[in-house]
Nanobody, 122 residues
């Protein structure tokens, strides 16, 4: 059984930074971890993903150069460091996991956390 628990959301001014963490229990059943976000009235969108083995990563164009995804295999934790935040980054952020390759499609992820809210004020 895989359980994902996010933490680290909050309110920040534009240009600021936030660090989201995702703790994964049952991590051995997963190969790839991803972050997605969903703003009110919008579809859920891919943000970033990382492989436990090797650490290969992928980013949405909208966050490339501002966000960094990393993993700590020993602690079964994935971190999303978000810098230079913009109001359009405001959304609920979800951690997700699958037992396959990196994918930008939420349907390719089997496990989801409960989400953490990120709000960026102008």
């Amino acid at each position: 059984q895989v359980q994902l628990v996010e933490s680290g959301g909050g309110l920040v001014q534009a240009g600021g930074s936030l660090r989201l963490s995702c703790a994964a229990s049952g991590r051995s059943s997963t190969a790839t971890m991803g972050w997605f976000r969903q703003a009110p009235g919008k579809e859920r969108e891919f943000v970033a993903a990382i492989r436990w083995a090797g650490g290969s990563t992928a980013y949405a164009d909208s966050v490339k150069g501002r966000f960094t995804i990393s993993r700590d295999n020993a602690k079964n934790t994935v971190v999303l460091q978000m810098n230079s935040l913009k109001p359009e980054d405001t959304a609920a952020y979800y951690c997700a996991a699958n037992n396959g390759v990196i994918s930008r499609h939420d349907s390719h992820y089997d496990y989801w956390g409960q989400g953490t809210q990120v709000t960026v004020s102008p």
